[in-house]
């Protein structure tokens, strides 16, 4: 199966390193803007081969996977479009569907079969530096086929996601947008405004240096590719600005539980730490 990863990133690099864990199977090629990058890849052992003409690089493809900032993936359909042999299978591992999902069903030519791609796996830090062969293993990896996509096409995507050891699950566009503007895309957002709160006030000086672990492990999430939760922010906007919504009112039931009774305030916590206990079980 010949496979060609476009951007070699954490998450690019990661895909290469993974899938070479299965010998024979996958021969990848590799694309990055910069040779060095590309280099390194080999080097490292997430691709077989570093190509830095784009539509070489995807000249003989089964498995196209563009794994660069959403923003950047119509500009990756446009140049490839001609370049795609029939029967190929184009995907992306971008954190948000339906505007990814537009761009392919407009540029990408007939006879190619789109299956969008998310990994919910990550890091704070980028770069092919960060790669690694395990990142993906027990994750949840959504797919999300086009209108014209063929079950020959699902599942061998559906393979690959295993030979990466995650878990896929098939959902459409709309859904898995909306749904992870609740569970990823709002978790930034906090977390940059939980950091710019402390930051940004007068006591910022003497109280950093009493922050520990607790306001770490909150603000986590700030230190993330600012280019790629750009991107997320642009193409999902509404349904983020929707749980901004559903986050402010329940932040304003925890402001008015303040006045309530000391009864009333520890029922609410004990609520909320037996739903996330629940969750965590499963």
Same mark, same amino acid.
């Given at each position: 199966m010949r496979v060609c990863i476009i951007g070699l990133g954490l998450i690019g690099g990661s895909l290469g390193m993974a899938l070479k864990r299965t010998p024979g199977k996958?021969? /990848?090629?590799?694309?990055?803007?910069?040779?060095?990058?590309?280099?390194? $890849?080999?080097?490292?052992? $997430?691709?077989?081969?570093?190509?830095?003409? @784009?539509?070489?690089?995807?000249?003989d493809a089964n498995i196209v996977i563009a794994a660069t900032p959403i923003l950047a993936v119509r500009e990756v359909f446009q140049t490839i479009a001609g370049s795609l042999k029939k029967g190929c299978i184009v995907s992306d591992v971008g954190s948000t569907k339906r505007q990814i999902a537009s761009w392919a069903k407009s540029l @990408?030519?007939? *006879?190619? !079969?789109?299956?969008? *791609?998310?990994?919910?796996? *990550?890091?704070? %830090?980028?770069? /092919?530096?960060? $790669?690694?062969? *395990?990142?993906f293993e027990g994750c949840t990896y959504c797919l999300v086929p086009g209108p014209a996509a063929s079950q020959s096409a699902v599942l061998t995507m559906r393979e690959m996601v295993e030979d990466l050891r995650a878990k896929p699950v098939l959902m459409e566009a709309e !859904?898995?947008?909306? @749904?992870?503007?609740?569970? #990823?895309? @709002?978790?930034?957002?906090?977390?940059?405004?939980?950091? #710019?709160? $402390?930051? !940004? #006030?007068?006591?910022?000086?003497?109280? %950093?240096?009493?922050? #520990?672990?607790g306001f770490r492990d909150t603000t986590r999430l700030a230190s993330g590719d600012p280019t790629m939760y750009r991107d997320i922010c642009l193409t999902n906007r509404k349904n983020i600005k929707a749980r901004l919504k559903a986050f402010s009112a329940s932040l304003k039931k925890l402001e008015d539980r303040l006045n309530d009774e000391d009864e009333d305030l520890l029922k609410a916590f004990h609520s909320v730490r037996k739903g996330r206990d629940e969750w965590l079980a499963e």
């Open positions: 996958y021969k /990848i090629a590799g694309y990055a803007r910069r040779s060095i990058t590309g280099y390194q $890849a080999v080097k490292m052992g $997430a691709i077989d081969t570093f190509e830095g003409d @784009l539509e070489l690089a995807v000249r @990408l030519p007939r *006879g190619t !079969e789109f299956v969008g *791609g998310h990994p919910m796996a *990550g890091k704070e %830090k980028a770069g /092919i530096d960060y $790669a690694e062969a *395990g990142l !859904e898995h947008d909306r @749904l992870v503007a609740a569970i #990823s895309h @709002l978790p930034f957002m906090v977390s940059c405004a939980l950091f #710019s709160s $402390a930051w !940004e #006030s007068d006591d910022w000086k003497k109280a %950093k240096a009493l922050a #520990s672990s």
